[in-house]
Every structure is written in C-alpha cells, then in structure tokens.
C-alpha cells in the first residue's frame, strides 16, 4: 500500500470523477455551470452582490452586506450608492484612468547634472564630506578633487581660504550644514558648494543655471537648490503622478462634474513637491518649468519631509485640469503628443491612417512642411495640428506657461532680429521663429513656434487653451459617449459591440443628464441589464 501514489491534481481528480458519473451529467453538472449560465435566468443576488464589490471596491463582500441582500431579496441601491461614495471606489477609479493618462513620470529627469552632490571620505573612519563633482573644476580646478579633510576658513574679506596643492589645484575645508532631505542630520559639505547667498556678489541669482558660472554661487540654504542621491530625484516627479491621481479621486468622492477634470484649478501638493517648485525649478535638465506656471501662487508651508502630508491648492485660470498639471505636460512632452492623448483617451478618436495606407512616391505628391496639406500626412495633422495648438503656451518638453502679456503670439523684436542679422535673444531662439528651412516659413517669422501654419480659425486656440477642446468635445457629443464607453469596457471586462451603439449613446444621455457625474454613469452600467448578463 506505501507504494501506491495519491493523485494530487486537479485534473487527475476530474479525470477519476468522470469515470463514476455519467457523461451527461457532469457536462451539464460542471462545465455549463462553470462558463455558460442561462441567460434567461436572474442573475443569484450574493453573485451580483460579490460582483459589484470587486469591481467597485476591490474587496469580496462582508458576511454582514449578504446579510443585507437576505433580508432586502436583491442587492439595494443604498448599498451601491454607499460603496459608490467610497475610498475604494476613488481608488478603483484611479487605478482605471492611469491606463488612459499614464501619469507615471518617474523616468523624467527634472535636475540638471550639475546640482548634483556626491560624497568621499578619506578613511573608512572619517566622516563623509559633500560636493558636487561637475563643479568642482570650477571652484578646485579638477571634477575629483573633493575639499580638504578640515574645517574651512575665511579671510578678512570674507572671502574662503584655499590652499594650493601642488600640483594645480586648490582646496577648501567643510562646514557643517543640515540638509533639507535630512533635517535631523548635520552633515560636511565643502564650502565652496555650501555657500547660501540667493545672489552673488556679481548679482547672479544663485539658484538658476547662471549660478553655475559664478564661483559665489553654492547650494543655498540647507542645500536647498541641489540633490543628493535617488530620494530626491524621484519624490517630486512621483507626488506629480500622485497629483492626478488625487484630482481625479477628490472628484469621485465629491461627486463633482467629470469635466472640471479638464477645466478646473484644483491640485495637490505634498512637501517634495512643494520644495521642488520653491527651490529647484530653475536647475533644468532636458525639462524645463520656465517660465514659472505657477507665478505669485501661495504654497503652503510645507518641508521636504511632509512627503505623505497633502494639500489641496487652487491654481490660477490659465490652468486646464489635468491637461495642464506637471504630470500630463512632463509625460506628453510635445502639443502633438498631448492632442493624441486626450482624442484617444476622452474621444475615442486615435489618430489613424486611412485603411488604404499611407500614399507614397507619387509624382504628383504635394510635399510641404504644413503637415496639414503635405500627401501622406494630412489626414491625421488637419486635426491633429489645430488641436494640438490649445496647448501652444505650455513649452513643450517641459511645463513652462507663456503668458501673453510677456510672450505675444507675434513679436516685433523676434521679427526684426529674423531679418536683419542682429543676435536674437535666448526668448526669441527658444519660443519664435526666427530662422527658416524653407521659404514657406519666412512668411512666419515672429510669430511663436506653435502659431506656424495655422488657419484664421484656429488662431485663437492657443489662448482658449486645452479646456476649450474639452468643452467643444463636449458639445459635439465625442467627449461624454467616449467616456461612457470607456467606463463600459473596463465594467463588462470586454470591447463592446456593435450593436451596443445605442446602449453607450443611452449611457452618455445618463451621464449628460446627471451633471456629468461619474459615479452616476458607472451606477448606470452595474445597474444594467448588459452588465448583469456577462456576470
């Protein structure tokens, strides 16, 4: 008997089990019970019950909400609305829309190389002393010349004492500073790098790139405009995904309208977040937040280690909900890219090649930089190009805002440096056209980079902004029946069918009918009798 082996898989036992029971019966007694159930039959309410929790909550129902659905025969409305109103809720929403707006942002590179400090030590038993290792051939005359292992000095004009070290190079001593990513910490930084004057002497503003150049320019106070390692680089790019999230689950919880999602001033802000648009905006790397796009706007008082701490602020009114929040302009970094998301997420419209291809090599082909007439181009760019100008006064691979008042649509200056040979400005070079690579853009020069080629009509798109779109969209119709039938397809756990077109237009009435409540809209699926037939 010891050498006989119990099945032990599943399968094995289904296999003993269907030698003892008829064909027949377990056909009907395991498979139809387990895929296909009668779709005449009312859904069982405990299975609706379990159904909705996991879809709404993410959580199986407690024994005491079966216990509701026994004494009411069904699962009641007060028992969705309840859940409908939860964090849970708000949770599972958030999860669904980062598939739509993917907020993560972790791989952007906010820092300039420069700002950045590392550490050595001359034993194993001594102290650690920070510095920054690209400018240490400014202040030291070599990028691995870290400061002396003592105590730094000044001379009578205030002026840091350095010693020569034979062999070129000169070096300082340290002082001791509190960090602003560990304040509960005294740590060595060469003085040179801990210098805290917000301007030079020379009037450099210290924490800018201009700083850089100036040998009276350091860190700032507690290190304030420079970093140290991953922590602080990534708790300001993740409190920016987090800050979609949370807009989008305070308007769940609030049961606000889903288009102030698109046209709202509401955002959060958590202490890294807050640091980093008080300190460190004017360090770039690739991404720029210049010019500010949040001028004179009251941050709470807030540090770095009050990274769970959160608070809600109101942004001002060029701002166009999550269209324009740091997240959405550092992952769509182009005006094209962040027109194709919004039509593919909230219009359901991607852009797409004609089902024939894209013509090519045709003689009589017109070939053009106006993407909106050039053959093979134009029939995604004569609606992606003026869609794309609703975001043309926020820089692009950046989060900068080009107010009108200190960048005009067109610019003499601009013009005039374009045409006459005089040196154009940083401002003219980064935001207008003043050189041309084809005579079709001589007829534009002055004007900012996102104006060229674009109708009459779409002129005013730049200063209506991406809220404007959203509202059009809205108007049109495309806007509500795409979220409706986005909300469906994540609901029913499959692509909807053609003949379900009027059970969207049906859902987007609903959704239109109820100040366009999200949660009325997802109420409206789970309540319905689609929904309850693929349960």
Not at 66 to 83: N, R, S
């Amino acid at each position: 008997m010891n050498d006989v082996k119990r099945p032990r898989s599943l399968w094995v036992w289904l296999g003993l089990l269907a030698l003892l029971l008829p064909s027949a019966a377990l056909a009907d007694g395991l498979v139809n019970e387990a895929i296909c159930q009668d779709p005449g039959k009312d859904l069982d309410p405990h299975r609706q019950l379990r159904a909705l929790s996991l879809q709404l909550r993410g959580v199986v129902p407690t024994v005491d909400e079966h216990a509701t659905v026994d004494l009411y025969g069904e699962v009641p409305d007060v028992l969705i609305d309840e859940w409908l109103g939860s964090e849970a809720f708000g949770d599972q929403v958030v999860r669904m829309h980062r598939g739509l707006l993917w907020n993560n942002v972790s791989n952007v590179n906010l820092f300039n190389a420069r700002s950045g400090m590392t550490r050595s030590r001359t034993s194993s038993t001594d102290p650690y002393r920070y510095w920054r290792r690209q400018q240490a051939v400014r202040y030291r005359g070599d990028t691995t010349r870290a400061c002396l292992d003592q105590p730094a000095e000044w001379d009578a004009n205030g002026q840091i004492v350095t010693y020569d070290q034979g062999d070129g190079t000169i070096a300082e001593g340290w002082v001791e500073v509190t960090p602003y990513w560990a304040p509960d910490t005294t740590i060595r930084v060469c003085a040179f790098d801990a210098q805290d004057a917000f301007v030079s002497p020379n009037g450099t503003r210290c924490d800018t790139t201009d700083g850089y150049e100036d040998l009276a320019c350091g860190c700032g106070p507690n290190l304030s405009w420079c970093r140290y390692g991953t922590a602080t680089t990534r708790a300001p790019v993740e409190a920016m995904a987090e800050d979609v999230d949370r807009r989008i689950k305070a308007n769940v919880l609030d049961d606000a309208s889903y288009l102030d999602l698109f046209t709202g001033r509401k955002a959060f802000v958590n202490g890294p977040l807050v640091h980093y648009l008080t300190y460190q905006t004017g360090i770039p790397a690739g991404t720029r937040f210049t010019p500010d796009p949040y001028p004179e706007l009251p941050l709470p008082d807030l540090d770095w280690a009050d990274a769970d701490t959160w608070q809600e602020i109101e942004l001002g009114p060029e701002h166009a909900g999550i269209l324009t929040s740091p997240a959405f302009l550092l992952r769509f970094q182009t005006n094209r890219s962040r027109a194709n998301r919004f039509y593919t997420s909230f219009m359901c419209q991607p852009f797409q090649p004609p089902d024939s291809g894209i013509p090519t090599g045709e003689a009589d082909a017109v070939q053009s930089l106006d993407l909106q007439v050039q053959d093979g181009c134009k029939y995604c760019h004569a609606l992606l190009e003026p869609a794309a100008s609703h975001w043309s006064r926020w820089t692009e691979s950046g989060a900068g805002y080009l107010d009108a008042e200190s960048f005009p649509s067109f610019d003499e200056d601009c013009l005039r440096c374009a045409t006459t040979g005089e040196s154009c400005s940083q401002e003219c070079r980064r935001h207008y056209i003043t050189e041309a690579v084809t005579s079709e853009e001589v007829p534009w020069f002055g004007w900012m980079k996102s104006y060229e080629f674009r109708r009459d009509e779409h002129m005013e798109f730049p200063d209506a902004g991406p809220s404007r779109l959203a509202l059009q969209a809205t108007v049109d119709g495309r806007f509500p029946e795409c979220v409706a039938e986005t909300a469906a397809q994540w609901l029913l756990g499959r692509p909807l069918l053609p003949e379900e077109d009027e059970y969207i237009v049906g859902l987007a009435s609903t959704f239109q009918s109820q100040d366009f409540s999200y949660r009325a809209l997802v109420k409206a699926i789970v309540t319905s009798e689609t929904w309850r037939r693929v349960q």
